[in-house]
């Protein structure tokens, strides 16, 4: 474990969540014996991506046919989607949209006067592979006002499809976020529900800092 991670984890511990936490954690290092509570739903939003676009894949740092690339911190999340029994779910479909680094949507509702980044692509539609896995690169999403007195966290907007499954849609948060304590959207959730919606931090994966993000599908 590295420093960040006991720091985010005294951190959590300070908040109440300890117990939750160390569940999450042990997730990460034995996922499938540690039974998990499926992911909680979450509002769709006024942001789901309007205009289509070619380029939905999993790197959301470059558009296809673009020479330049997006601004802000570059990410990796990974994780697996599973169902309530630890089962991993291959080919789901795993439809992602997010502010850009400046905490503005390429969509035309958002009028917050953050700039676009026209080399961000904000938007992938990515299916998890035979060991029910995925991941993506792409950039910490800026804080964006949702009203007057009102700050959102950054946060990554996920919606799970497979058939068999009950569509899934939630929001994915990031660990050492003051914001999150403020979020009214955050705090209707059960401490448990929010660990299960906090990505972990897990180190670096080619370069870049890496979260682990696991969602689970609630079974039929
Ligand atoms: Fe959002």
């Known amino acids: 474990m590295t420093d960040k991670n006991k720091l985010s984890r005294r ?3 300070k908040l109440g969540m300890a117990g939750t936490v160390t569940g999450v954690l042990g997730a990460s290092e034995s996922w499938g014996e540690i039974v998990t509570i499926p992911t909680p739903q979450e509002v769709e939003g006024p942001f789901y991506p309007v205009a289509d676009q ?3 894949d999993a790197d959301l740092t470059r558009i296809a046919g673009q020479s330049g690339s997006a601004k802000g911190q570059y990410i990796v999340i990974s994780g697996f989607i599973k ?3 630890g089962q991993p779910i291959n080919n789901a479909v795993i439809d992602i949209w997010q502010a850009n680094a400046a905490g503005r949507y390429d969509h035309p509702r ?8 026209p080399y961000f692509q904000g938007w992938a539609v990515i299916h998890s592979d035979n060991n029910g896995q995925y991941r993506i690169k792409t950039v910490k999403p800026g804080a964006y006002p949702a009203t007057r007195t009102w700050t959102r966290p950054p946060h990554i907007h996920f919606k799970i499809s497979r058939q068999g499954y009950p569509k899934l ?4 948060y990031f660990p050492d976020e003051s914001l ?3 979020d009214l959207l955050f705090n209707s959730k059960n401490r448990t529900e929010q660990a299960a919606m906090i990505a972990q931090e897990t180190g670096e994966y080619e370069g870049l800092m890496a ?3 696991n969602i689970v599908l609630r079974g039929h």
């Open 110 to 117: 958002d009028s917050n006067s953050a700039p676009l980044d």
């Open 180 to 182: 999150n304590a403020t």
């Open 169 to 172: 849609i939630t929001q994915m």
């Open 54 to 56: 070619r380029d939905k």
């Open 83 to 85: 169902d309530d029994s």
């Open 11 to 13: 951190k959590l511990i």
């Open 211 to 213: 979260y682990t993000y």
